[in-house]
């Protein structure tokens, strides 16, 4: 399946998603702004895939990681991004969400499991109680050390630029 079509509308994500289940599937849901992709996120995704039989990401809308993540962000947009996303052979969906968090997806979408990186507490994570009340879980994933966009950011800046930014990308 070319990347490109594994990107769906909320609707049939939740069409997707009822499928799966319904054929007996343990659908994983993860999400985040995944602006430069790195080998932090690929070991990520392929830990969230095995936790389950389909992995559907929702991805952070290009307004969203601006608001998140300040206004020199995203460097790739949300297109690009989920086109790099769905080349992963562990990836199965992805989803745009426009809010800061993707509570309102998750309710739209119940997967059996959601899974965010171990920088979470549990109790912290969108969309949690709804999943647990629904009867499913939530996972977290410890994260490989040192590997992070804004990391990968700063080194970009400092070997080009000969500066250091802070964590929101300002110098």
């Not at 399946?1 to 990107?7: E, F, I």
């Not at 769906?8 to 659908?27: F, S, Y």
């Not at 739209?108 to 994570?125: E, F, Q, R």
């Amino acid at each position: 399946m070319p990347s490109t079509a594994k990107l769906l509308g909320p609707d049939a994500a939740e069409t997707l998603v009822r499928t799966w289940q319904r054929q007996g599937k343990k659908v994983v849901f993860t999400n985040g702004c995944f602006d430069i992709l790195h080998a932090g996120h690929v070991h990520y995704l392929e830990k969230a895939k095995a936790a389950g039989d389909a992995l559907l990401i929702g991805v952070n809308s290009d307004a969203s990681v601006r608001r998140i993540k300040g206004e020199q962000r995203p460097v790739c947009s949300e297109q690009d991004r989920c086109r790099v996303l769905g080349g992963l052979e562990s990836v199965d969906a992805l989803v745009i969400f426009e809010e800061d968090t993707p509570e309102e997806l998750i309710a739209k979408l119940l997967p059996d499991i959601l899974i965010k990186g171990s920088d979470w507490a549990p109790d912290k994570i969108a969309g949690a109680g709804t999943v647990v009340s629904s009867g499913g879980e939530v996972k977290t994933i410890d994260l490989l050390e040192g590997r992070s966009t804004t990391g990968v950011i700063d080194r970009i800046v400092s070997i080009y630029c000969g500066e250091t930014t802070d964590r929101r990308g300002k110098r």
